[in-house]
Every structure is written in structure tokens, then in C-alpha cells.
């Protein structure tokens, strides 16, 4: 998660980097032409192309810092734990939220009806849960 969490962080930098620096570049190929009348210089045509350069570049940025966003907060499925009583008798039945370290046929504790052991049964999402 902290990988996805830098990414997003420098892919946000970039964008800003490159926004400023199309900026400048814009702003200083303007005034160069502005104050030559008369003729195009070559420089402010360098900093034109640079300056349309830094901006598809910080468009390109704000494109797949946008995209990881996405992908970030799309909904995680919600994995449940299924417990169950040891004694077929009893039939109770538990069902909760995972917890790391849950695995199937791990002990939880005394069951509350009749004092058996419950054990983790199934773990699974709530998508594939197959009704029937």
C-alpha cells in the first residue's frame, strides 16, 4: 500500500514540476516575442517547444495520477470469516469480519452455547458466497 502511496505522491509532484516549468517557458517565449517585433528569435521558439513540451508532460502526469486514484479507492471485497462449534449437536454458527492471522480450521475459543470449541469453518467474500 505504501508503494502505491508514493507513486500517487511523486506522479502528483511531476504534474506540478512540469506545470510550473511550462509556465516560465510560455510566459518567457511571450515576452521575447512580444519585444521582437520584427523577428522571430530562435530562442523564444526553443521556449515555446519546451514550454508545450512541459505541458503534455503534466498533462500526461495528471492523466495517471488520476488513474492510480482510481485503482486506489476502488472497493476492496469484504472478506468474512466463517466460525462453527466443534459438536454437530449444537449447530451454532458465527460470522465476522477477517482478522489477520485467521486461517480454516484455526481454534477460536469456548463456544457460548453449550462450552465446545469453535474453529474458523470457511473464509471468503461476500461475492462468492454461493447461496443455496
Excluded at 88 to 110: S, V
Amino acid at each position: 500500500m505504501e508503494k502505491s502511496s508514493s507513486k500517487v505522491n511523486i506522479l502528483m509532484i511531476l504534474s506540478a514540476i512540469f506545470s510550473v516549468f511550462s509556465l516560465i517557458f510560455l510566459f518567457v517565449a511571450i515576452i521575447n516575442i512580444r519585444f521582437d517585433y520584427n523577428e522571430l528569435d530562435i530562442f523564444s521558439l526553443d521556449f515555446l517547444i519546451a514550454g508545450i513540451i512541459c505541458m503534455f508532460l503534466s498533462i500526461y502526469f495528471s492523466y495517471k495520477y488520476k488513474q492510480l486514484l482510481r485503482l486506489r479507492f476502488l472497493k476492496m471485497p469484504q472478506i468474512v470469516t466463517s466460525i462453527k462449534c466443534v459438536n454437530k449437536i449444537c449447530n451454532y454458527k458465527e460470522e465476522r469480519l477477517f482478522q489477520e492471522g485467521d486461517y480454516i480450521f484455526k481454534g477460536i475459543g469456548k463456544c457460548p452455547k453449550c462450552n465446545g470449541d469453535l474453529f474458523i469453518n470457511a473464509i471468503y467474500t461476500l461475492d462468492s458466497k454461493i447461496k443455496k
